[in-house]
């Protein structure tokens, strides 16, 4: 059984509910998902303590704090053995700039999401860490023309799905 599968539906409503709006009162949470406030707010509590609830944060606009530049670029190592992509993973941790970093399998290494102030910011970032992270070859870089979707709300599947 997968962890979702683990949870009833009651759960899974609340996961939809929180992740859509992570400051809801526990009173709302409750009438959104027909239960009253003390089981409710004990079943929160489960999923915060079980890790499917791992933290709640503010969703903050790029543009308004200078941070409008996006970016995707790819990264090819010169070495994919064990040491060196510890070394790379653990390098692109220090960099604020970069928002995701995902090993891939294919063509390339690493997919980095970056987000700054503009082209000039990115082209300092680019020259001054990212090609300085450990074993990176070679960079190819994604500025992006139009944001047209972003979320990081996740389906939860329905108890009988």
Same mark, same amino acid.
């Given at each position: 059984?997968?962890?979702?599968?683990?949870?009833?539906?009651?759960? +899974?409503? !609340?996961?939809?509910?929180?992740?859509?709006?992570?400051?809801?009162? %526990?009173?709302?949470?409750?009438?959104?998902?027909?239960?009253?406030?003390?089981?409710?707010?004990?079943?929160?509590?489960?999923?915060? +303590?079980?890790?499917? !609830?791992?933290?709640?944060?503010?969703?903050?606009?790029?543009?308004?704090?200078?941070?409008?530049?996006?970016?995707?670029?790819? %990264?090819?190592?010169?070495?994919?053995? +064990?040491?060196?992509?510890?070394?790379?993973?653990?390098?692109?941790?220090?960099?604020?700039?970069?928002?995701?970093?995902?090993?891939?399998?294919?063509?390339?290494?690493?997919?980095?999401?970056?987000?700054?102030?503009?082209?000039?910011?990115?082209?300092?970032?680019?020259?001054?860490? %990212?090609?300085?992270?450990?074993?990176?070859?070679?960079? !190819?870089?994604?500025?992006?023309?139009?944001?047209?979707?972003?979320?990081?709300?996740?389906? !939860?599947?329905?108890?009988?799905?």
């Amino acid at each position: 059984m997968g962890k979702l599968e683990a949870l009833d539906q009651k759960d +899974r409503d !609340i996961l939809r509910v929180i992740q859509a709006k992570g400051r809801i009162p %526990i009173v709302d949470l409750a009438e959104a998902v027909n239960l009253t406030k003390s089981p409710c707010l004990q079943r929160l509590r489960r999923l915060e +303590r079980l890790g499917y !609830i791992t933290g709640y944060r503010a969703v903050l606009d790029p543009h308004k704090i200078d941070q409008g530049y996006l970016v995707y670029v790819q %990264i090819k190592l010169d070495n994919t053995g +064990r040491k060196a992509l510890e070394s790379f993973n653990k390098a692109v941790q220090r960099v604020p700039e970069i928002l995701a970093c995902h090993m891939l399998s294919g063509g390339y290494d690493y997919l980095l999401k970056i987000r700054c102030a503009n082209m000039k910011a990115f082209r300092e970032l680019l020259g001054d860490a %990212i090609a300085d992270l450990p074993h990176v070859n070679q960079t !190819i870089s994604f500025p992006v023309m139009e944001e047209v979707k972003e979320t990081t709300l996740m389906v !939860i599947q329905d108890a009988d799905d």
